[in-house]
Every structure is written in C-alpha cells, then in structure tokens.
C-alpha cells in the first residue's frame, strides 16, 4: 500500500489550495478513503470522508462548509479542495485508508503534505 501526498504549502487566511493524493498497491476503488491532520501538539483528528463511488462524503464540523473531498478512481486519486482557510487549519494532512473510523483506527496513512496558513 502506497499513498503519497502533494498539494500542500504556505497560504494566507481566505485562501484556498488542494490536496491530492495518489494511491498504489491496492484496489483503490473497492476502499472509503479519508483525509486525517495532525496540527502541533495535538492528536490526529479527522477531517473528511469519502466512499467507494464518491457519492457519499463526510466532514468534520470544523470544516463543514468549506472543504470538498472527491476522488478518481479511474486515476486512483483522492482530493481535498479547502478554501477560506484559517490558521486553525494548519496541520500536516494525510491521505487514509477507510472509512473513519477505519482510518483513525488502522492508521494506514501516507507521509502527509505540510499545509500552513498565516499572514
């Protein structure tokens, strides 16, 4: 299992960018797929969910509203679109394996992309 994230970087408050998370090594279509970050000093938290056909998505209220999950399985790519971000939003994001509570669970994650956001 391979997932690699990219898309990450420095924004301003209101700004917007997109993850993207390429998946190898196993039938990325059969599985939900999740975004988890992990902001210093804190435990990972859940950000967004997606199953297998992308018509059913999930999200944290933290981010309701301003995040957009959505994934490609003819590409074997996952996404997050995030817009008006907060400094609150700063965090290493990681792609995840499963469901939720699957992905907090069995932690099966990529190497996670940096996203920090300040002026």
């Known amino acids: 299992v391979q997932l690699v994230e990219s898309g990450g970087g420095m924004v301003q408050p209101g700004g917007s960018l997109r993850l993207s998370c390429a998946a190898s090594?196993?039938?990325?279509?059969?599985?939900?797929m999740s975004w988890v970050r992990q902001a210093p000093v804190k435990g990972p938290e859940w950000v967004s969910g997606i199953n297998t056909g992308g018509g059913t998505t999930y999200y944290a209220d933290s981010v309701k509203g301003r995040f957009t999950i959505s994934r490609d399985n003819a590409k074997n790519t996952l996404y997050l679109q995030m817009n008006s971000l907060k400094p609150e939003d700063t965090a290493l994001y990681y792609c995840?394996?499963?469901?939720?509570?699957?992905?907090?669970?069995?932690?099966?994650w990529g190497q996670g992309t940096q996203v920090t956001v300040s002026s």
């Open positions: 090594g196993f039938t990325f279509s059969s599985y939900d």
């Open positions: 995840a394996r499963g469901s939720p509570v699957a992905a907090m669970t069995n932690r099966i």
